[in-house]
């Protein structure tokens, strides 16, 4: 069944190898600019990458050693599945070491694999997710084992999710207390229950001893942070707004409608398991639970200048929640019956995704036709001819579609992630003054024919920005979100070459840099 819905949930990634999720085809460009190392001189002359110790670097580590035996997107499609595959599995181990049974009822997270933080493309938390959810499973099964080989486990596991992402870091760090947090008051009651209060009393001590020491393997990750950039990105936004959203989008793709029909059948299933006593629910989620909500309203929006920073919580939670779930599946009609209402259920939401991703896909791909007109290493600027362009779900496939000029044409883009502290992508020092380092919102294009306008000292200083000398520091202009019949905005500097579907490629005429020589100065 794992097999079966896996394959299933795997068919928007094949059919699509540039999916249109948010920051996607921005990541797929910085994997193939590591993969390509010196090999590619225009990129070679563009790029540096700067190993450092930075929380977000999975997909850095692992995509480009795919990307030695297959092309990029063929490695983007296999790291995406291999994230799906780790977190389903995850919750089968979670749910296998707290009951000590394998079961099928886990496997209802597929639907979730869809979900609006992957839609965002946060691919290297999606991966996380996976890894944190192994990372509890092998703590809870090693429990009753050798003290110093639970803690030397937990501890490669520390490592390892710092490097996937700080977010998912804190998360094991919450399923650790609470796991801990009811086996402590657990073992206590069972203890004064079988010897009496003098007895319980006297082991409560070794038990908060072992209780703490569950932090151990947290202790080099303050020094971790210390060495990392990372620290000087500390920003901290908290608003109530946006928290119910972030609970629905724990289950939804595109559609609200459906999202509120999956969790109606979860629910009635979940009414009828109880009516029939066949539903149980592990003591640790019942710890976890407030724990996580108490953590999630406590929790910022933006957090080291990562957005949507609390709206993370609750995917990462349901995945937990779920594997404390046990139904009695010893009934051979009820076991047929579940599989079969669960791959209609995901294929359900797999129809869901591929309905809205094959119109998308296309625009994508269309996009892609356009960029074989750019030449080889050259300088592409990037416009919003909507100021909100790029904030619906229906957006995300065009945000970052120039991004791929740098993996079919070894191009400089403006909106490729540079940010010092977020990436070990860097511009060499040379080209950082045209590309945006700030992971900023590109301009509209009406401040950009502004700005042309200006000559000199009458230019003020609000248009001191990367962009301000454009008419001669770029080849090309991509303006993104443009209405039908988009005109030409600056036929003094801009000559059409392909429109698209809300987008516009214009090469930048009068420019005093051609596609191989160096920096203006």
């Not at 080291?304 to 709206?311: G, I």
């Amino acid at each position: 069944l794992f097999a079966l819905l896996l394959a299933i949930a795997a068919v928007p990634i094949l059919l699509n190898p540039l999916p249109p999720i948010s920051d996607y085809i921005n990541h797929l460009a910085r994997m193939h600019i590591i993969a390509a190392g010196n090999s590619d001189p225009l990129l070679h002359r563009y790029y540096e990458v700067n190993w450092q110790v930075i929380p977000n670097l999975m997909m850095d580590m692992i995509v480009p050693l795919f990307e030695r035996v297959m092309n990029v997107y063929l490695a983007g499609e296999t790291y995406t599945l291999l994230s799906f595959a780790l977190i389903i599995s995850g919750t089968l181990a979670l749910h296998r070491s707290l009951f000590g049974r394998w079961s099928a009822l886990p496997l209802i997270a597929f639907p979730l694999l869809y979900n609006d933080m992957f839609l965002v493309g946060t691919m290297n938390f999606v991966f996380g997710i996976g890894l944190m959810l192994w990372a509890l499973a092998t703590w809870v099964a090693l429990r009753e084992r050798r003290r110093a080989l639970r803690l030397a486990v937990s501890a490669a596991f520390v490592l390892g999710l710092f490097f996937c992402h700080l977010f998912v870091l804190g998360v094991y760090a919450i399923g650790l207390f609470a796991f801990e947090s009811h086996r402590l008051c657990a073992t206590y009651m069972r203890t004064r229950r079988a010897s009496g209060g003098v007895a319980a009393r006297r082991a409560l001590p070794g038990l908060i001893v072992d209780y703490v020491l569950t932090g151990v393997p947290f202790l080099p990750v303050p020094l971790l942070l210390m060495m990392s950039p990372t620290r000087g990105l500390w920003d901290f936004v908290w608003s109530l707004q946006g928290k119910g959203d972030g609970a629905l989008a724990a289950i939804r793709a595109y559609s609200d409608v459906l999202a509120y029909v999956f969790a109606a059948i979860v629910v009635a299933a979940a009414a009828l398991a109880l009516r029939y006593r066949a539903l149980s629910f592990h003591g640790f989620g019942w710890v976890l639970f407030p724990i996580g909500v108490l953590t999630y309203l406590a929790l910022p929006q933006v957090i080291f200048e990562t957005y949507l920073a609390d709206q993370r919580m609750p995917i990462s939670l349901a995945f937990m929640v779920i594997a404390c779930f046990d139904v009695d599946f010893r009934n051979r009609f009820v076991r047929l019956g579940f599989a079969a209402a669960l791959v209609l259920i995901v294929s359900a939401r797999v129809a869901e995704v591929e309905y809205v991703w094959a119109p998308l896909s296309a625009g994508v791909e269309s996009f892609r036709h356009s960029v074989d007109l750019l030449s080889r290493g050259a300088k592409v600027a990037v416009a919003y001819a909507d100021p909100n362009g790029g904030d619906s779900l229906r957006d995300y496939g065009l945000v970052h579609a120039d991004c791929i000029a740098i993996i079919e044409r070894s191009a400089l883009v403006t909106t490729e992630f540079t940010v010092v502290g977020k990436q070990i992508l860097h511009a060499r020092s040379a080209w950082r003054g045209r590309v945006d380092t700030e992971d900023g919102t590109p301009p509209t294009i009406g401040e950009m024919v502004r700005v042309a306008d200006l000559q000199g000292s009458n230019r003020p200083h609000a248009y001191a920005e990367y962009w301000q000398r454009w008419t001669a520091d770029y080849d090309y202009l991509y303006v993104l979100f443009t209405p039908p019949n988009f005109q030409n905005p600056d036929p003094a500097h801009l000559s059409e070459m392909y429109v698209g579907d809300r987008f516009v490629l214009y090469r930048v005429e009068r420019s005093q840099i051609t596609a191989t020589s160096g920096p203006a100065r």
